[in-house]
């Protein structure tokens, strides 16, 4: 019995279920038969052909969205030192790469509409260290980035886009990926693609391309996975203390795949939220997220944000009461300024950014992927529904 099985026959709705199909199995045992296993000609074809569904000029793959992250901040030059401002509401990745470069990540409170970050509550962290920015695309909502790209402009900041939830959501009818200095994305098993494990640079900017590739392995010269061909030159020069952070070619089969159901698989999640909008739109005891219509949304999460004023439990309470309905759900973001770490090595504490720890009192994810079938979905609102009904104050 499969586990998607075992979980249906139990009546039980998954966070998550990757959408794997034949396909995918299938380029990815040619890929073991071809025996080239580590980065080699399917990892430059899973690149180009998500160059070119985005319209960026280079797209670098590597083994996450945290190492495209920190090799991105790398790339522009973050050093010792230097702030980097990242949004409290977001997972650790954002945060955590800043420190590998020995710079400091300064935290901004989020909007309570999107739970983004935005040119206000990014302008009031600026400082002559200042270097970089990393708006967050939370749940796959895009930022608002003209006025952050303006004010970055007019600083001489780089802007770092963490695109980890927002393939393939767009801003203004620009795709994301084409906006930001470099933008990264995350495969990991539950996003909106997956490799497994896995993420993408992107930047139409050639010295930043060439700095993250080399970057990402070892800071080897040249092209490195050539090094190995048949006709492939021996030599090589280490021209900095790099990193080891490429792409295999199991995981970029499995991406050429599922790159090639991206749309498809949006517009599932898109049909999913849309389904969740109407079943808890009207209901006094939560809030439906919203959609500020800045672009097309990927809809990586669905954060739905209970009402406390008007129920008798609380959020936690609501979480176990919808497991016991069958339904596993998740909270993004604990943020960050609440975490042990950000408060004994920065000094944040707890009551610095209200708008985040309002939210995170209230969020619940719950499931939204395309391997969802209309009865899950329909079991989901009823659990929610009901868990809210009987709660009401
Ligand atoms: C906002 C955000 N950024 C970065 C990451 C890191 O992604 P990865 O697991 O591919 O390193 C995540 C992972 O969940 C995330 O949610």
Redesign the pocket.
Known sequence: MSEHERHQSKGMVPFHRPSIGEEEIAEVVDTLRSGWLTTGPKVARFQREFAAAIGARHALAVS????A?HLALEAVGVTAGDEVIVPTY??T??GEIVTYLGARPVLADCRADTLNIDVTTIERHLSSRTKAIIP?NIAGQVCDMEPILELARTRGLAVIE?A??ALPATYKGRPIGTIGDLTAF???ATKTITTG???MVTTNRDDHAARVKSMSLHGLSGDAWNRYAAQGRWYYEVTDFGFKYNMTDVAAALGLQQLQRMAEFQRRREQIASRYGEAFGELETCFVPRDVGLGMHAWHLYILEVNPPALRIDRNDVIERLRQRGVATSVHFIPLHLQPVYQRVCGYRQGQFPMAEAAYARAISLPIYPAMTDADVDCVIDAVRATLRESRR
């Not at 996450?64 to 190492?67: E, H, L």
Request: proline share 0%; hydrophobic share 40%; aromatic share 16%.
């Open positions: 996450s969205a945290t190492a992250l977001t997972f990745a954002t967050v963490d980890a939830h995350s495969f990991y494990e896995g993420g």
